[in-house]
């Protein structure tokens, strides 16, 4: 299978199960949730507040779009408390454009999932740029039919996700700074700790697996399936701060299958030509001729001014449960 | 003269690596020596001899393909050629003379209209309501996986395409010539009897042309 079923549950109350012409068909399998996942990748998914905003992103080839209320650099701004998207501007985004409409819910907020959900939105971000609903608890994405993503920034964090049903994984960075730095921190400490626990895999140290599984706080036969795979069970985008095209060729160099960015795009000034930018310089980050020519088309002069990730009064990656 | 395949996936956006993966574990399966790369240049483009365009989104694979200087010329020239080639999922709707949303309607997108069929987008719903399920699929059986995300169906066919599949009565897999078109994802089956009749179809068209200029 080129899909890994790690960490999958079964049983899980999500799997709908039907029939149609004497054979049964399965919705909402680890397959395929982390199947739609797998058709994100080297893709950009962008952020959008509104029906303008998913239109341009969807002309400029995004992959898909990331419906919010606000977008993170406002939502520091606006301070308060930062909830789902009003439904009425996520059915019209769902009525008018073609790709994958994924929307963010709190942290914990599984009445919020389930509205998204039967709204029809194709991926739930449970997302800490939102107020996070609970702090103990992430929701149990296994109930769902729909797949989920979620952010981590490291590894235990990101095989917990994936144990709690995540279908998709991306780095927490810190959203809407403009500032990459934290999201390349995250995915190379994901990256080094994968490497870390692939050689002790390919020593047969069990003891030294389930001794790394308690310290970082996910399970045994997860940590050892990763070690096994060389990399996350499923697939991980980067995101957090992302702004020019050169941004997302570096997180794509680092190892990541695809790019969220956020306000990075409808923060600045030229959001059609940055977007189309964004999306040639994540397929093509290998080759520098094409990287520059994506970046040519984008004047710096127009990028968000961005935020200093040291002084800010809020850390998103911060926010929500510790396990 | 060199006797070994070298089949490409188009190497813009989705599930590339899963196809080359799938090629090339179908290649063993058959004992033939192949090698299987990721393709994004004209001059790549030219020297393969068959191309698979994988699933993902047909809307952003159109956008990259009409943006690099060169590549859409290259790939009409060899379809032109009568090169195999297979679309999954989006590499169908890409292929296809037609296509439109079930939900949204006609977008404007860039289709290489090789494969005579129109195609409805997004045919089975969104997302919650993708799924898995057995298919029947001439010359390979009744027991085919088929993993359908979002996929899209075949609404009609022109008159030199055969239908291979159909699932609860709509079109999900077909063949004109040298081209297969399924509406589902065989690179993520782990059943890789899709990808030896297109290889198959590759051996003969490089018997029958003593192959691309790859030697």
């Not at chain 1, 050689?199 to 050892?224: A, H």
Request: a neutral charge.
């Amino acid at each position: 299978m080129t899909i890994s079923q790690a960490g999958s549950y079964p049983s899980s109350k999500g799997i709908k199960i039907s029939t149609v012409d004497t054979k049964e068909v399965l919705c909402g399998t680890a397959l395929i949730k982390r199947g739609f996942a797998h058709m994100q990748k080297h893709g950009v998914i962008m952020d959008v507040t509104n029906v303008e905003q998913a239109q341009i992103a969807e002309d400029a080839g995004a992959v898909a779009v990331m419906v919010l209320d606000k977008l993170p650099y406002d939502v520091r701004h606006a301070g308060g408390v930062a909830r789902t998207a009003s439904v009425k501007v996520i059915q019209s985004i769902l009525d008018s454009v073609s790709i994958p409409i994924m929307a963010k819910c709190r942290i914990g907020h599984s009445s919020e999932a389930s509205i998204l959900e039967e709204i029809g939105v194709d991926m739930v971000d449970e997302s800490e740029v939102l107020s996070p609903a609970d702090e103990n608890r992430h929701i149990w994405k296994w109930n769902y039919t729909t797949p989920f993503v979620n952010g981590a920034k490291n590894l235990g964090e990101a095989l917990r996700r994936i144990e709690e049903g995540a279908a998709m994984i991306r780095t927490k960075g810190e959203p809407g700074t403009g500032d990459v730095s934290q999201a390349v921190a995250h995915i190379r400490m994901v990256n080094n700790e994968i490497k870390k626990i692939k050689g002790i895999y390919d020593n047969n140290d069990d003891q030294e697996l389930i001794r790394i599984s308690r310290e970082i706080q996910s399970s045994f036969e997860i940590v050892k399936e990763t070690g096994k795979l060389g990399r996350l069970p499923v697939v991980n985008f980067a995101a957090g701060g992302i702004s020019t095209p050169a941004d997302a060729a570096l997180l794509m160099k680092l190892g990541c299958d695809g790019i969220f960015v956020g306000s990075g795009i409808f923060k600045a000034e030229d959001p059609l030509e940055r977007a189309k930018a964004v999306v040639i310089a994540t397929t093509y980050f290998d080759d520098p001729k094409t990287v520059l020519e994506a970046q040519k088309m984008i004047d710096e002069k127009k990028s968000m001014l961005g935020l200093d990730t040291k002084n800010l009064d809020l850390k998103m990656q911060e926010r929500g449960p510790t396990i | 003269m060199n006797n070994e395949l070298l089949i490409g996936v188009l190497g813009l956006q989705g599930d590339i690596e899963e196809n080359i993966k799938a090629t090339t574990n179908a290649l063993k399966e058959m004992n033939l020596k192949g090698k299987v790369l990721s393709v994004r240049y004209p001059e790549e483009i030219m020297k393969i001899d068959g191309l698979i365009i994988p699933g993902g989104e047909s809307t952003v694979m159109g956008l990259l393909i009409a943006i690099k200087n060169g590549l859409l010329d290259a790939i009409t020239k060899i379809l032109q050629e009568g090169l195999p080639v297979m679309g999954t999922c989006a590499g169908m709707i890409v292929l296809a003379k037609k296509s439109y949303d079930k939900i949204v309607g006609n977008k404007r997108q860039l289709l290489l209209g090789v494969l005579d069929i129109e195609v409805e987008r997004n045919s089975f719903g969104r997302q919650y309501d993708s799924f898995e399920s057995k298919l029947n699929i001439s010359g390979i059986g009744n027991d085919y996986k088929g993993i359908f995300i979002r996929a899209p169906t075949v609404i009609s066919v022109g008159p030199q395409v055969e239908i291979l599949s159909k699932f609860d009565e709509k079109i999900v897999a077909v063949k004109q010539e040298n081209i297969i078109g399924t509406s589902f994802h065989p690179e993520l089956s782990g059943d890789y009897r899709m990808h030896r009749l297109f290889i198959q179809l590759v051996t003969n068209w490089k018997d029958a042309n003593k192959g691309h200029q790859n030697f």
